[in-house]
C-alpha cells in the first residue's frame, strides 16, 4: 500500500491543475526542514524526474519546483542523481527560454550542480567538441549584460563561474584567447554587487592556477587584469604623482584619487594569491614591476589590519625578496 509521501508524489504528475500546484507546494515545503529533505531523498528516483517536469510549466507551478531542487540540490548526493538525470541540459533549456521567469532560481540551482564534478562537466559539455563550452558562453553573456536594477537575475553566475573554475578543464575554457571569457568576466570587477566582485575575484584567482603555462594568455587581458589585482589591495591613501606615473593610465588614474574602500578581506586574500601564482613566472614578476606593483603592495600592507591578509602581503613580498635580492626590493612590505 502507497505511503502518504508517496501518494503526494503521484500528485505532481495530476492532470489537474490545482491538485499539482497543492502538491508541488507541499513538496517545496518539505524541503525546508531536514527530516522533510531526509524523506524526500529516499524517493529521489521520483521526486527529481516529477520536479524537472514542472520547470517547464507557469510560474505557480515552476517556482515552487524549482526552490524545492535548489533546496534538493544542497545534497550533494542528490546533486550528483540530477546532473545523472541530465539536469544541467534541462535547466539550461528552460533558462534561456522566452518565456522564462524564475531565471534567478534556476541560475542558483547551477550553482548546486557545479559544486559536483559532474555538474562541472556537464555544463562544460566535456566530450562533445561541437557544443563545448556553449553553455558558459551563455552564461558569461548573460552574467555582463543583465542589469543589476532588475534583480539582477544572473548575479548567482559569479558563484558557477568559480565553481568551473576550480577545475583544469574550465579554467582552459575562461583562458581560451578565441573565446575571450576571462576579459568580460574581469570587467564585472567594477560591479556593485558584492557578490558579483567576490565571484570575479575568485575566477581569477583560480585562473593563475595556469600561469604557469598559459601566462601570455593572462598577461593579454593585463590592462584589466592588474587594475581587478591591485586596486583590492593598494590601501586607502591617494598616492603620489611620483608613484602613479609608474603605473598604466587605468591604475594611476584610479590611485591619484579617493576611492572606495573595500571591505571584504576573501577578496583582498584572492587577489595576492593570485598576484603570487602570477609572480612565481619569470615574465609575470617583470609584469608585475612594469606595473609599479610592488609600490602598491608596500602602500597597502601599511593601512592592512586583518592579519590574515597581511600574511598574504608577507608571502608575495617574501618571493620578491628572494628573487630579487636587492635592498630596493626588500622594502616592499617592511612597515
Not at 559532474?118 to 552564461?139: E, F, N, R, T
Not at 612594469?290 to 608575495?316: H, K, T, W
Request: negative net charge; proline residues 4%.
Amino acid at each position: 500500500m502507497a505511503t502518504e509521501l508517496e501518494e503526494l508524489l503521484d500528485f505532481l504528475s495530476s492532470p489537474s491543475p490545482p491538485i499539482k500546484k497543492a502538491a508541488v507546494d507541499i513538496v517545496r515545503d518539505y524541503t525546508g526542514s531536514e527530516d522533510g529533505l531526509r524523506s524526500l531523498g529516499k524517493y529521489s528516483n521520483v521526486v527529481l524526474p516529477s520536479l524537472s517536469h514542472l520547470l517547464a510549466e507557469g510560474k505557480e507551478v515552476s517556482e515552487p519546483a524549482a526552490e524545492a531542487l535548489v533546496n534538493l540540490s544542497q545534497n550533494s548526493d542528490l546533486a550528483r542523481k540530477m546532473v545523472e538525470m541530465d539536469m544541467v541540459r534541462k535547466v539550461m533549456d528552460n533558462l534561456y527560454r522566452q518565456d522564462c521567469d524564475i531565471t534567478g532560481l534556476l541560475v542558483m540551482l547551477l550553482v548546486n550542480l557545479t559544486q559536483v564534478d559532474g555538474g562541472i562537466d556537464s555544463l562544460l559539455q566535456h566530450g562533445d567538441d561541437k557544443m563545448h563550452g556553449l553553455y558558459v558562453m551563455k552564461l558569461v553573456r548573460s552574467f555582463t549584460s543583465s542589469s543589476e536594477k532588475k534583480g539582477d537575475p544572473f548575479e548567482h553566475v559569479a558563484s558557477i563561474l568559480v565553481n568551473i573554475s576550480q577545475k583544469e578543464a574550465g579554467r582552459k575554457l575562461l583562458l581560451d584567447p578565441k573565446r575571450g571569457l576571462l576579459k568580460q568576466i574581469i570587467r564585472q570587477f567594477d560591479s556593485g554587487s558584492p557578490l558579483r566582485k567576490k565571484g570575479v575575484s575568485g575566477t581569477i584567482r583560480n585562473c593563475c592556477f595556469e600561469a604557469d603555462n598559459q601566462l601570455q594568455n593572462l598577461l593579454l587581458i593585463s590592462e584589466f587584469l592588474w587594475p581587478a589585482l591591485l586596486l583590492p589591495v593598494a590601501g586607502n591613501k591617494i598616492y603620489s604623482e611620483k608613484d602613479t606615473s609608474k603605473m598604466p593610465l587605468e591604475l594611476g588614474s584610479a590611485l591619484s584619487i579617493e576611492r572606495e574602500v573595500l571591505v571584504d578581506p576573501e577578496i583582498r586574500i584572492q587577489a595576492l594569491d593570485a598576484i603570487y601564482l602570477l609572480i612565481l613566472q619569470e615574465a609575470g614578476r617583470r609584469a608585475f614591476w612594469s606595473v609599479n606593483g610592488p609600490r602598491i603592495l608596500q602602500v597597502g600592507y601599511e593601512d592592512e589590519e586583518n592579519p590574515q591578509v597581511m600574511e598574504a602581503y608577507e608571502r608575495v613580498g617574501s618571493l620578491l625578496i628572494q628573487e630579487n635580492g636587492t635592498s630596493e626590493a626588500s622594502t616592499q612590505v617592511s612597515d
